[in-house]
């Protein structure tokens, strides 16, 4: 995980704060940024295993040994991953929604040389639409981390996903544009996800009768967001609500056990403003 563009975002506070509380944050961004680098190395071992589609199968195990709750009433949940990434992001996720009774869980590997967010939308929407008449269900929950939330918020938003999709949970994604690792932009799906590019632009154009619930986490160490507002989702149009993690980065969004539960809530349509209005701490 890269800090560096994180710590400047403190600097004008500094002089405001007492040395403990500076002690504080220092410790805070070494936890997040040694908890990053195992995570990479983590995901790197099991990176293999995500490169080919997923086999369908009627229900997830929750593992061996593992206290399963009874199945959950809901429609099935479709998982998106990010930039140069698989469905293998989500083992720890997938296995957390399981023994929490979600058993119909899937995920969507688009490629790595997809070159365009709208081609990988109307790919989901396929993908959607397989889902829904395979299983019965005539909507589908969206978990999409990084990219893969920009690819589904502009399925919902610009395809007419909002029909398919109840409930669309981001973590960490770009939804105003992020302008972090500027060498990056030599991709034409990065330069997609910089702030005022065509696709960036196309969603802040209004969309009356959105019914889709969108619910997105954003972290304030998450050294991908620059700003690291840009997480946030802010369109009149869309009922959305924004949870601030705090204590972790990028890569820990869909691995930490404690937005796991925060995204069991979204999907049980139990979330409210209330007890998350100031954030949720999970380091």
């Known amino acids: 995980m890269?800090?560096?563009?994180?710590?400047?975002?403190?600097?004008?506070l500094y002089r405001r704060l007492w040395p403990g509380r500076l002690v504080e944050l220092s410790v805070t961004l070494?936890?997040?940024?040694?908890?990053?680098?195992?995570?990479?190395?983590?995901?790197?071992?099991?990176?293999?295993?995500?490169?080919?589609?997923?086999?369908?199968?009627?229900?997830?195990p929750a593992g061996d040994g593992a206290t399963r709750l009874p199945d959950r009433p809901g429609p099935p949940v479709v998982l998106l991953h990010g930039f140069i990434d698989n469905r293998s992001v989500f083992v720890l996720l997938?296995?957390?929604?399981?023994?929490?009774?979600?058993?119909?869980?899937?995920?969507?590997?688009?490629?790595?040389?997809?070159?365009d967010i709208r081609i990988a939308a109307e790919l989901l929407g396929r993908h959607v639409e397989e889902i829904c008449e395979r299983t019965g269900n005539g909507q589908v929950d969206i978990v999409g981390h990084s990219l893969g939330g920009l690819i589904a918020r502009y399925y919902v938003q610009c395809l007419?996903?909002?029909?398919?999709?109840?409930?669309?949970v981001t973590l960490g994604t770009p939804h105003s544009g992020t302008r972090a690792v500027p060498l990056a932009s030599a991709h034409p799906i990065v330069r997609q996800m910089r702030p005022g590019s065509e696709v960036i632009e196309e969603l802040t154009r209004p969309a009356p009768g959105c019914r889709t619930r969108f619910?997105?986490?954003?972290?304030?160490?998450?050294?991908?967001?620059?700003?690291l507002e840009t997480a946030c989702i802010d369109h009149?149009?869309?009922?959305?609500?924004?949870?601030?993690?705090?204590?972790?980065?990028?890569?820990?969004?869909?691995?930490?056990?404690?937005?796991?539960?925060?995204?069991?809530?979204?999907?049980?349509?139990?979330?409210?403003?209330?007890?998350?209005?100031?954030?949720l701490t999970v380091a």
């Not at 936890?31 to 997923?54: N, V």
């Not at 007419?160 to 669309?168: P, S």
């Not at 937005?259 to 409210?272: E, Q």
């Open 215 to 227: 619910v997105s986490f954003w972290s304030d160490l998450d050294s991908v967001m620059d700003p």
């Open 30 to 60: 070494l936890k997040a940024t040694a908890l990053e680098a195992a995570i990479l190395a983590g995901h790197l071992l099991l990176y293999p295993t995500g490169l080919t589609q997923e086999r369908r199968s009627p229900a997830l």
């Open 2 to 12: 890269k800090v560096t563009g994180v710590v400047p975002l403190f600097l004008p």
């Open 94 to 115: 997938r296995r957390n929604l399981a023994r929490n009774g979600r058993q119909r869980v899937e995920s969507l590997n688009y490629s790595p040389l997809t070159c």
């Open 236 to 279: 009149p149009d869309l009922d959305a609500l924004n949870v601030r993690v705090t204590g972790i980065g990028h890569l820990a969004l869909p691995v930490h056990p404690a937005v796991a539960a925060g995204i069991r809530d979204a999907l049980d349509n139990t979330l409210s403003e209330e007890p998350l209005s100031n954030g």
């Open 160 to 168: 007419g996903g909002d029909l398919r999709v109840r409930t669309l």
